[in-house]
T-cell receptor
Framework: DSGVTQTPKHLITATGQRVTLRCSPR?????VYWYQQSLDQGLQFLIQ???????AKGNILERFSAQQFPDLHSELNLSSLELGDSALYFC?????????????FGPGTRLTVL | EDKVVQSPLSLVVHEGDTVTLNCSYE??????LLWYKQEKKAPTFLFMLTSSGIEKKSGRLSSILDKKELFSILNITATQTGDSAVYLC??????????FGRGTSLIVHP
């Protein structure tokens, strides 16, 4: 158990819908990272927040957005869902703001878009 | 654009064998290279490498970085069935964006 929690574990929804994935980092960690893992794309970095501020942005679609709240938990919002958005979404946390700090991954949320 | 290529894609060995996993990269303003192990679900951290030629070791696993030739290797000696997993390599450059390779799937048979 990494100490990072993600809810829900599984999510099944229809195309065009909007969902929210939630992540609570390890106690004391200030950074939250979001990743998407699919069979054809591998693990892709989406976005990082550090202490409430956006720190780095990767291949995140405009239909996706995220935020980190004052209590440091984070939410990833996915809208106008498409079949291709079906994937495993991981959240990771670290103490500092760069990958020179070890990242601890949550168990992931499996999203299925039908 | 940063790029990470891992080889081989897949490896099947018997318990007790030694394996070497490769990771080559292209990145602007290299900061670090990381190795992760992914079993059923979430990746778990193995090593972080920032300097060339310094071996990191943890039990039967070890890793080294060559910043001149832009690659890293992960060695696992005396493999066990519990080593079966996907091993991921990632690099971070000046953009602070981690780029992952597609991984090497290792299967260790008893």
């Amino acid at each position: 158990d990494s100490g990072v929690t993600q809810t829900p574990k599984h999510l099944i929804t229809a195309t065009g819908q909007r969902v929210t994935l939630r992540c609570s980092p390890r106690s004391g960690d200030l950074s939250v990272y979001w990743y998407q893992q699919s069979l054809d794309q591998g693990l892709q970095f989406l976005i990082q927040y550090y202490n409430g501020e956006e720190r780095a942005k990767g291949n995140i679609l405009e239909r996706f957005s995220a935020q980190q709240f004052p209590d440091l938990h984070s939410e990833l919002n996915l809208s106008s869902l498409e079949l291709g958005d079906s994937a495993l979404y991981f959240c990771a946390s670290s103490v500092g703001g760069t990958s020179t700090n070890e990242q601890f991954f949550g168990p992931g949320t499996r999203l299925t878009v039908l | 654009e940063d790029k990470v290529v891992q080889s081989p894609l897949s490896l099947v060995v018997h318990e007790g064998d030694t394996v070497t996993l490769n990771c080559s990269y292209e990145v602007t303003n290299f900061r670090s290279l990381l190795w992760y192990k992914q079993e059923k679900k979430a990746p778990t951290f193995l090593f972080m490498l920032t300097s060339s030629g310094i071996e990191k070791k943890s039990g039967r696993l070890s890793s080294i970085l060559d910043k001149k030739e832009l690659f890293s290797i992960l060695n696992i000696t005396a493999t066990q069935t519990g080593d079966s997993a996907v091993y991921l390599c990632a690099v971070e450059g000046g953009s602070y964006i981690p780029t992952f390779g597609r991984g090497t799937s290792l299967i260790v048979h008893p």
